[in-house]
């Protein structure tokens, strides 16, 4: 993907709390032994993972970390509890956790920090002052999209509100935010609230009931991952007004909004990034800076537990980018997101 360039788009900001661990790991002489703990599965985790692991493979070669130990699966708290407790277990240096909660992990992970890993919380926060989070802004990656929809309908209409995983960090962020973002649209209406779980099947499962029994919307806000399935049941509802749909930037929802436009072109849309690569790699080359005993720049730490890491994605792209990026990357499956990774310069110049 060379088309748009993120580096005016990447704002990188790192909160420590003096109680973080960061001088355990320059400690150790071996190779790093990371863990990731993930209890949920899609197609854009699996993309995360598998970016994660061709990230860490340079380092391996060169003796810096070890290949990674990954514990994922669909399940609950407890049984991510139960993933966390076994990569303690295996010796980890360093954990990456993609939480089910925002604060019924904080224990398990003061066991790993007691046991002296250093903790990453990735792509969603916890409420633990004592684990460094890696992740985009959720609120502003919400309300990002909600104002394109917000405009876009000038201020008023209908609107169907699609939110992710119920109980996920970033989904309850998401909804929080956009329930006090639509207090400043009196009269933008929410006709229906549902959830698609961030899966595509479901979300037109959902979207397919939502257009028999309310055919007249006029926008619909997705949280991300699952606009294929919302736009798939558009495409088949086929109302006499295509209600505007905030979209992702993975190539089955580009291709299928191509399509869209032949039949509607009077289809309003947007592709929203949410590169799955982008908060993991970055983690990993911050441990990595960490472990070598590196310290984080004056100025450069925010938050109100000084342990967040923010990354901004691209900005949103628009239908005209449409037929460059799809050429550029034609030869990928429809499941793939267009993903980046923090440059490594943005990454050295958070560090003293």
């Known amino acids: 993907m060379r088309s748009i360039d993120i580096r005016p788009y990447f704002k990188a900001a790192v909160v420590a709390s003096v109680m973080l661990a960061g001088n355990i790991l320059a400690a150790n002489a071996d190779a790093l032994k990371i863990g990731v703990s993930n209890a949920y599965v899609d197609?854009?985790?699996?993309?995360?993972?598998?970016?994660?692991?061709?990230?860490?493979?340079?380092?391996?070669?060169?003796?810096?970390?070890?290949?990674?130990i990954v514990q994922s699966?669909?399940?609950?708290?407890?049984?991510?509890?139960?993933?966390?407790?076994?990569?303690?277990?295996?010796?980890?240096?360093?954990?990456?956790?993609?939480?089910?909660s925002e604060t019924a992990l904080n224990p398990v992970l003061q066991e790993a920090v007691d046991a002296g890993v250093q903790v990453f919380s990735i792509t969603q926060a916890v409420t633990s002052p004592k684990v460094y989070g890696v992740m985009v802004d959720q609120s502003k990656w919400a309300t990002g999209h909600a104002q394109w929809l917000a405009d876009t309908l000038g201020g008023k209409g209908d609107i169907v509100l699609l939110n992710g995983l119920a109980g996920a960090p970033a989904n309850e962020q998401r909804v929080r935010t956009i329930a006090e973002f639509l207090k400043g649209y009196p009269e933008l209406k929410v006709l229906n609230t549902a959830n698609g779980d961030?899966?595509?099947?479901?979300?037109?499962?959902?979207?397919?009931?939502?257009?028999?029994?309310?055919?007249?919307?006029?926008?619909?806000?997705?949280?991300?991952?699952?606009?294929?399935?919302?736009l798939r049941a558009l495409v088949s509802a086929n109302p006499e007004k295509w209600p505007a749909v905030t979209g992702d930037t993975n190539l089955g929802y580009l291709r299928l909004w191509k399509k869209a436009l032949e039949k509607q072109p009077s289809?309003?849309?947007?592709?929203?990034?949410?590169?799955?690569?982008?908060?993991?790699?970055?983690?990993?080359?911050?441990?990595?800076?960490?472990?070598?005993?590196?310290?984080?720049?004056?100025?450069?730490?925010?938050?109100?537990?000084?342990?967040?890491?923010?990354?901004?994605?691209?900005?949103p792209m628009g239908a005209d980018k449409l037929?460059?990026?799809?050429?550029?990357?034609?030869?990928?499956?429809?499941s793939f997101f267009l993903d980046y990774e923090m440059p490594d310069a943005d990454i050295e110049a958070l560090f003293k």
């Open 43 to 68: 197609t854009w985790r699996s993309q995360l993972l598998d970016t994660l692991n061709k990230a860490n493979k340079p380092f391996v070669e060169k003796g810096i970390t070890e290949d990674l």
């Open 73 to 100: 699966g669909a399940t609950n708290v407890q049984g991510q509890i139960g993933q966390i407790r076994s990569l303690i277990n295996a010796g980890v240096n360093v954990l990456f956790v993609i939480p089910s």
């Open 198 to 230: 961030w899966d595509v099947v479901k979300a037109q499962q959902v979207m397919s009931s939502v257009f028999a029994a309310q055919p007249k919307i006029d926008g619909i806000w997705v949280s991300g991952a699952m606009s294929e399935g919302v």
């Open 267 to 315: 289809f309003r849309s947007v592709g929203v990034f949410d590169p799955p690569g982008i908060e993991a790699t970055a983690a990993l080359k911050i441990a990595i800076k960490l472990a070598e005993g590196r310290k984080f720049k004056d100025g450069v730490l925010e938050g109100e537990n000084h342990n967040f890491i923010f990354v901004k994605d691209p900005a």
């Open 323 to 334: 037929d460059a990026v799809l050429a550029e990357n034609k030869d990928r499956p429809d």
